[in-house]
């Protein structure tokens, strides 16, 4: 086996890449777990918005509108939950799961019938999100492998990662946000509209897990997949937890799951056994989140002692 | 009073959900009366949709069972699917190593490999949780696709039959579950299915274990001060949830297949726990709600096989059904919601 | 003089109703502009409900609330700010995870752009620091923070968002004396300032100490408004209970028998580095009240906890009735002849979304006749708590009731009847009677004398110097988790054991504390 | 290319509804049970085009039942069964347990199992020799990879294949395609990896990408609906793949080099054939392999217009060659366990 092969430069780039849709996915989980909702319908929404994005940039040659009716489309779906969540009491994992396989519904029945076929769908004429191209590294193996044709949406990943810190901990919105999420009363005595805040990061959710939909149907790829999420909106949650509701820390744990998936597709090709390959990914993240809690346990307890003196 | 009008309450989601979903079969050009009719035939009339029906009512009411226990200590399991995987490749591993057992002792052990693997299953993110407070929802995720690739191993690997399908070996005659209502797969695992689900509702409301479990999930810190051990508590749990979908698997592989076949439970659990969120894991109607989803499921087979509506708006109003039936405050007048709230907000916040 | 317009706040025939209780029948309520006004009644009363209708959380059912002499409807928070009304709830509306900065400036941030300006925030707030020299941390984290600094982070909440009428919701319960003083004194600097003071609290003194005028409701109704001038404390309790009241029960002196807490060079972990418990001792014996005084956060909870198995011991031992305990299990130290209320019953004490009848039988749920093996006998439960409602008179009389429901008074005494019926060889008291009515008080000292004179030991952690004194036989102070003095109920006074509460020395106390922490006998 | 093709498919579901009490002549009512969905693009797709041809062709009444539960397989066929279908076609391994035991309760009923092998009366069964198929897909792609005068060819001797669940059958491919290529060149490296899915077609982007990062310019799908993203990845990378079960060389022309045909169509259509015919005999099982065109390769056109001069003649020439020695038994290809000739 050729290390050299594996840990390769390319695998820096195949990290951001495996990570990027489950970062969207985690952030729109991170807005409104601010709010104390738990958003198991990223999956649902994602897959809504793919679709959105494959039609509207198949039939008008648009990636921007199709990224713009995404993100609509995303909202809706977003919408329906957050009305039944909020004014209708729907539990919200369930009416999450319920919007789950509501989208891979209509998104099987709107591509046979906008798209006239079955299963899956590429055209050449769909449309891609551009992907920027830098001349001036074509040159340079690595800056060329390292930081050409990154897809705008993985650009935007990262930056949204920052501006959602910076909205949450540094702007009017983001306190009010999180006063919200972990005391709705203290939120409500402040003269906090709790209910209106709550559809707001819904319908923001919504409009991040359109563009992570998006993302997958015509910026990493560019076809249309019944169920083409396949768990990346979980795996988004997931994230989302692993991080605790923070941005940063959420996409440190995108990273570190697409860094070890990356990294699984490579060794796979010596020969490992694919499935033990295959599940590495989480047991990796499970054991990190684990251990680094356990630390974090150690050195409370430690702080807390009495036999320890500041 | 206030029992039945949960009763009407979810009758008239239904009710609702109907009528839309015909409105949705309308605007596409599809008889809406047929279609019902044909859902209806399609979950009830005939040995063949009746038996489908209690077939898929099976595993769904065990793993939302699975996932209600779980609850009650506050434990968001969502790795009852793994569960699931782990205890039905455990349950035919027994089922076919050790042929000519005597069948009852045969059978015994095939359920308690189950529930042992599925209880250790569940063991990891339970005590994840209570010892370092990891969250279960990441771990149980992330745990479900990793018990899928092992079984996924095994099946392919040390445990295959080497048919060319991937499954294991057949289990002994002896410890298959026998099946009724030929040419349907409904099977004896039901009544099994009844009797776990009556002894954890028993567990739940009539014993200390039980108690014990309330305790915990709505005040760790109350629990720890009058003598029960919170951690130890949402272990317990842990593996009984684990156990009971450890259960399930057993009875989906001695049941239906007769071997473990790759993959073969598509999401059974992700159903369960939808059937126990919608009621919000009240126990008394985890069983309806789990047997609706079933006489959804095996009616819209009905409703593929004898109509002309495409799988895809099937599914679509199924989907739109479940939706509507999640909404709890759908009926409940605009007045009273308000009053409900009011009551809701006026609880000290969440401070964790 | 006592023209209509005078009034800043006026509420009359005020009705509100709860799914279940009629919280509010007949309120009636008139402040005036810069006056201090206590509103007392039992638990339970409806106090809360009416100033949570005059701050717009609940809507009222009938009635007519004018601010300013002009009738108001529809008021939420939002509007009740606008209208100059802030108000600091029983229970801190402070968020936990944030600072004590965010949650002052919370729903009326100053900003520059979109973010918000921290630094005009923290000088807009120092001028409330620097006007009634109150000491908070803007950048600490609430959870960081002490219950009495947190209260003053209520108060500036309320003054940062321009209040001229501040409600304050039992603001006193979790204070010390010395932190009262110097509550009262902003308080009067305050009213100084021409602001309009809603005052609801327990402690009759201090409603006499700090009041102009006094309204008193019972269960839901108006009772009377007086003036402070024309009333007495025991004309108070009358008016709020219906009857005559007596605390100050007198101290019978029980026979003391054998040790049945000891405790040994104690250490163990704490919240903050000031309450970190570092080699601390002492007995209790059986048929004697061991009061602990103390400022809150001085490690009394943790002493407690480590006793009770709740928080693990690192050095030193517990015996219990003569056996060792130390860090065991919190049921087996129960089997070994712990009771024990704890400070906070919402959090340790009742699980408040079960039932009365759950509650009253947590602690023996494993015990015969309540449980044989595994199985529950839901009949003998019922039976065994509404034996218990009616011995220590809970109302409602419904074991089926969830004790959310009830007043605080109430839950106290499902508490209280749990723990003494438990039968235990030791109780601890911690904050027996926190935010409870004077009816309360006055039952739940007698039961604790009950307790004593049963030939139980007691350890009884309060706050409220003035149980301390009325209710223990001997006297420990604790400060900065260890023993600053030890002395019997005779020796001691509010002088000296206040100065031994702020570390100081004292000539009464026979133990002296070593520079190594360790208390010598 | 293909997705195209399949768009009629909603059309033989409307012809379901069974207005069954028809005359004596009414047309022969086939059931085809899938264990997945259409629109797979490879195997399941390839049936549907068999029974579309059967259907065009024959006259007869077609329903289709998809289903990706293994509950609802069993119940689906069972009804189908029942429900007075003339033939019911199994179109997956999968049905084999499920047709030996509920076959013999329908002795009136003729069956046909696409993919395995079920012994019974009223049973055909046909099996594809796809490690033959993929062994002459192994050799062109060993062959293509050192044509460095194309561009995105390496000088590494190294190619790629990628799967999608880590199933036997599978591994029947894999070990032709490994005979193939190393019998061109016996120093080749191949590169193996599963995506643990045969619907996540980003995985199978994302490993194909990890492939041609490590030396291979050409990667075999055999991954049904994982696949299309290991074709999408072979054109945006500017690199080669080869396609599986249906012609995919148009899906993006000049990124596949080839497709192996695995003719799914043609053994569904000859089991309805025989049905129409009257030739249908019972327990007979056909094997389908290079020498009667039930594997093959496609015959590169779509490449070749694409390189133009560039195109590696030589290429089709070995594997016409080739072709001609395995079905001569000169060469004899592995088979995994379980699978070849019975
Ligand atoms: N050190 C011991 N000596 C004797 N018996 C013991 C000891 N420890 C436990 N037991 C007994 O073993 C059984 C189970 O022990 P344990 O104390 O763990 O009870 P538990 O069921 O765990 O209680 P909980 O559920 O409240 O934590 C009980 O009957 C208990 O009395
Ligand atoms: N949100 C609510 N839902 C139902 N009942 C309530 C609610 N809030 C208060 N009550 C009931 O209304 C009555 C009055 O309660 P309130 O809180 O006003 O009493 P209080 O005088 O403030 O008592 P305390 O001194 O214990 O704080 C009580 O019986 C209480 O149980
Ligand atoms: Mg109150
Ligand atoms: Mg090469």
């Known amino acids: 086996m050729e290390l050299s092969s594996i840990f390769d430069f390319t695998l820096i780039y195949a990290t951001i890449r495996a990570a990027t849709p489950i970062l969207f996915a985690a952030l729109a989980a991170v807005i409104t777990q601010q709010a104390d909702i738990i958003n198991i319908g990223t999956e649902g929404i994602m897959l809504t918005g793919a679709f959105a994005a494959v039609c509207v940039s198949f039939f008008t040659g648009s990636w921007l509108l199709a990224l713009l009716v995404s993100m609509v ?238 | 009073m206030k029992i039945n009008n949960k009763y009407i309450n979810l009758l008239l989601t239904i009710v609702v959900s109907m009528f839309i979903g015909a409105v949705v079969m309308l605007i596409l050009g599809y008889n809406p009366l047929e279609a019902y009719f044909q859902l209806f035939k399609g979950a009830f009339v005939g040995k063949l949709n009746l038996g489908t029906t209690l077939q898929k009512f099976v595993p769904l009411l065990l793993t939302s069972i699975a996932f209600v226990i779980s609850s009650r200590v506050g434990v968001f399991n969502v790795g009852v699917e793994g569960e699931l995987y782990l205890g039905a490749m455990a349950a035919a591993w027994v089922g076919f190593a050790f042929k000519g057992l005597p069948a009852p002792i045969h059978l015994i052990l095939c359920f308690a490999a189950a529930m042992v693997v599925g209880a250790a299953w569940a063991y990891i993110p339970g005590s994840l949780k209570a010892r370092l407070g990891v969250n279960e929802v990441c771990v149980t995720i992330l745990m479900n696709y990793v ?169 679509t109003i199924i989907a739109i059904f479940i939706v509507f039936a999640t909404m709890e405050a759908l009926f409940v007048f605009n007045k009273r919601r308000k009053a409900k709230k009011e009551e809701q907000s006026a609880l000290p916040g969440k401070q964790n | ?136 941390q803007p950048n600490k984290r609430i959870d960081q923070i002490s219950v009495g600094e947190a209260q003053r982070v209520e108060i500036i909440k309320t003054l940062y968002r321009g209040a001229e009428i501040v409600i304050l919701d039992e603001p006193t319960a979790v204070l010390t004396p010395q932190e009262c003083k110097k509550f009262f004194e902003i308080l009067n600097s305050l009213k100084a300032d021409g602001k309009s003071i809603v005052f609801i609290s327990h402690k009759l003194n201090e409603v006499m100490e700090i009041s102009d005028r006094i309204t008193v409701m019972r269960q839901g109704k108006f009772v009377d408004t007086v003036n402070k001038e024309d009333t007495n404390t025991a004309e108070l309790a009358k008016m709020m209970v219906g009857r005559e009241v007596f605390l100050n029960v007198a101290k019978k002196k029980a026979e003391v028998g054998k040790t049945v807490l000891q405790v040994d060079g104690l250490w163990t972990s704490g919240e903050k580095e000031l309450s970190k418990i570092r080699g601390v001792s002492l007995d209790v014996k ?108 809970v109302r409602p009389r419904n074991p089926l009731a969830l004790t959310q429901a009830l007043s605080g008074g109430n839950a106290q005494k499902i508490v209280v009847a749990r723990e003494v019926d438990a039968d235990g060889k030791l109780l601890i008291a911690s904050q027996p009677s926190r935010g409870v009515d004077i009816g309360a008080i006055e039952s739940i000292r007698k039961i604790l004398n009950e307790v004593k004179a049963n030939g139980k030991g007691i350890l009884l952690v309060s706050a409220d110097l003035e149980e301390v004194l009325s209710l223990s036989d001997r006297i420990i102070v604790m400060y900065e988790g260890k023993i600053t003095g030890m002395m019997s109920a005779e020796e001691a006074n509010e002088d000296n054991i206040g100065m031994l509460m702020m570390g100081g020395y004292s000539e009464g106390s026979d133990k002296i504390v070593q520079a190594g922490g360790e208390a010598l006998s | 290319g293909c997705g195209s093709k399949s768009s009629g498919s909603s059309a033989p579901a409307e012809s379901g509804t069974s207005e069954s009490k028809a005359p004596a002549d009414k047309p022969l009512k086939v059931a085809l049970i899938y264990a997945g969905f259409l629109g797979d693009k490879s195997f399941n797709d390839s049936a549907h085009e068999g029974a579309l041809r059967a259907k065009e062709e024959l006259g007869i009444e077609l329903k289709e039942m998809e289903s990706k539960e293994p509950t609802e397989w069993e119940s689906n066929f069972v009804a189908m069964a029942a429900d007075g279908y003339d033939l019911v076609i199994g179109v997956s391994t999968q049905f084999q347990e499920i047709m030996t035991k509920h076959c013999p309760e329908f002795p009136n009923t003729k069956f046909a199992l696409i993919d395995g092998v079920v012994e019974g009366d009223n049973i055909v069964s046909s099996t594809f020799a796809q490690n033959e198929g993929s062994f002459l897909a192994g050799a062109a792609a060993a062959m293509f990879t050192t044509k460095t005068d194309i561009p995105g060819v390496n000088a590494d001797k190294t190619i790629g294949w990628v799967g999608g669940m880590d199933i036997p059958v599978l591994h029947d491919f894999f070990i032709g395609y490994e005979q193939g290529a190393k019998y061109v060149d016996p120093e080749i490296k191949i590169l193996q990896s599963f995506a643990g899915t045969f619907n996540d077609p980003l995985k199978g982007k994302e490993l194909t990408i990890a492939q041609y990062s490590q030396g291979a310019d050409i990667v075999m799908n055999v991954a049904s609906g994982t696949g299309t993203g290991i074709l999408e990845a072979a054109k945006e990378q500017g690199k080669f793949a080869v396609g599986v079960d249906l012609n995919q060389d148009d899906v993006y022309p000049g990124s596949i080099l080839t497709s192996m045909l695995k003719r799914v169509d043609q053994a569904t259509y000859l089991a309805i054939e025989s049905v129409v015919k009257g030739t249908f005999e019972g327990g007979k099982t056909t094997y389908l392999d290079i020498s009667n065109g039930g594997v093959s390769l496609t015959d590169m056109s779509t490449m070749k217009t694409a390189l133009g001069d560039k195109f590696p003649q030589d290429i089709l020439d070995k594997i016409t060659e080739l072709e001609a020695k395995v079905k001569s038994g000169e060469i004899k290809v592995n088979a995994y366990e379980g699978f070849g000739r019975k």
């Open chain 1, 73 to 310: 489309a995303g909202a809706v779906m977003s919408m329906i939950m957050a009305f039944a969540h909020i004014k209708y009491k729907a539990d919200i994992c369930a009416i999450g799961t319920a919007i789950n396989m509501l989208a891979l519904a209509i998104t099987k029945f709107g591509i046979k019938q906008f798209l006239g076929t079955t299963g899956s769908f590429t055209s050449p004429k769909i449309i891609a999100i551009p992907k920027l191209h830098i001349a001036l590294f074509d040159n340079n193996k690595y800056l060329n492998g390292l930081f050409n044709n990154w897809s705008m949406m993985e650009i935007f990943g990262i930056i949204m990662v920052f501006v959602m810190s910076f909205l949450l901990y540094r702007t009017v919105w983001g306190l009010r946000l999180r006063s919200v999420g972990r005391f709705p009363m203290a939120a409500e005595t402040a003269g906090i509209h709790v209910n209106k805040m709550k559809y707001q990061v819904m319908l923001i959710s919504g409009i991040l897990g359109g563009m992570a939909g998006a993302h997958l149907s015509i910026g990493y790829s560019q076809m249309f997949t019944e169920n083409m999420t396949n768990g990346r909106g979980f795996m988004g949650v997931a994230a989302m937890f692993f991080g605790n509701a923070n941005p940063v820390m959420a996409w440190i744990g995108c990273l570190l799951f697409g860094f070890t998936d990356s990294l699984g597709g490579r060794l796979q090709s010596y020969g490992w056994p694919s499935q033990f390959v295959l599940m590495m990914p989480y047991i990796i993240t499970i054991a990190v989140l684990a251990v680094s809690l356990w630390r974090k346990y150690v050195k409370e307890a430690k702080a807390k002692s009495s036999l320890v003196t500041k």
């Open chain 2, 147 to 315: 018990a899928k690739f092992i079984t996924s191993y095994l099946v392919n690997g040390p445990l295959s039959a080497k048919t060319g399908v991937p499954q294991t070996p057949a289990v002994a005659d002896g410890v298959k579950l026998t099946q009724f209502m030929k040419p349907s797969q409904a099977h004896t695992g039901l009544f099994i299915a009844i009797v776990v689900v009556v002894v954890i509702f028993w567990l739940m409301s009539r014993s200390t274990t039980g108690y014990k479990f309330t305790s915990v999930g709505l005040n760790p810190l109350h629990a720890e001060y009058v003598g029960i051990d919170p951690k130890k508590t949402m272990i317990r749990a842990m593996l009984l949830s684990g156990a009971v979908g450890g259960i399930a698997g057993a009875i989906e592989i001695l049941g239906v297949y007769g071997y473990f076949l790759d993959n073969f439970s598509s999401g059974i659990a992700m159903d369960g726990m939808l059937a126990a969120l919608i009621v919000k894991s009240d126990i008394k109607m985890v069983p309806l709600m789990a047997f609706f989803l079933a006489v959804l499921k095996s009616g819209a087979l009905g409703m593929e096989r004898y109509t002309g509506v495409p799988k895809s708006i099937v599914d």
């Open chain 3, 1 to 136: 003089m006592e023209s209509v317009n005078e009034y800043i706040v006026e509420m009359t025939d005020i009705e509100k109703s709860f799914a279940l209780v009629k919280a509010v029948s007949n309120g009636q309520f008139n402040l005036k502009k810069g006056e201090i006004h206590s509103l007392i009644g039992e638990n339970g009363a409806g106090k809360s409900t009416m100033m949570k209708m005059l701050y717009g959380i609940y809507a009222n059912d009938g009635g007519v609330i004018k601010i300013k002499g002009s009738e108001v409807t529809g008021l939420t928070p939002k509007i009740a700010i606008e209208h100059g009304i802030g108000m600091v709830h029983q229970e801190f509306m402070l968020v936990n995870e944030l600072t004590v900065l965010e949650n002052i400036i919370l729903g009326f941030e100053p900003k520059k752009n979109m973010i918000i300006d921290f630094d005009s925030a923290k000088k807009e707030i120092q001028k409330y620091i620097d006007t009634y020299n109150m000491d908070i």
């Open chain 3, 286 to 393: 059986a048929g004697e009240i061991v009061g602990i005084a103390g400022i809150d956060g001085n490690g009394q909870s943790e002493l407690i906890e480590a006793i009770a198995g709740l928080r693990k011991v690192e050095k030193g031992t517990v015996k219990l009735d003569g056996v060792d305990v130390t860090n065991r299990s919190p049921k087996k130290i129960r089997e070994a002849g712990l009771t024990h209320i704890p400070e906070d019953r919402n959090l340790r004490g009742l699980n408040r979304r079960m039932t009365i009848m759950d509650n009253m039988v947590a602690v023996k749920i494993d015990q015969k006749p309540f449980a044989k093996g595994i199985i529950q006998n839901h009949k003998e439960i019922r039976s065994f708590s509404e034996k218990l409602i009616e011995k220590f008179d």
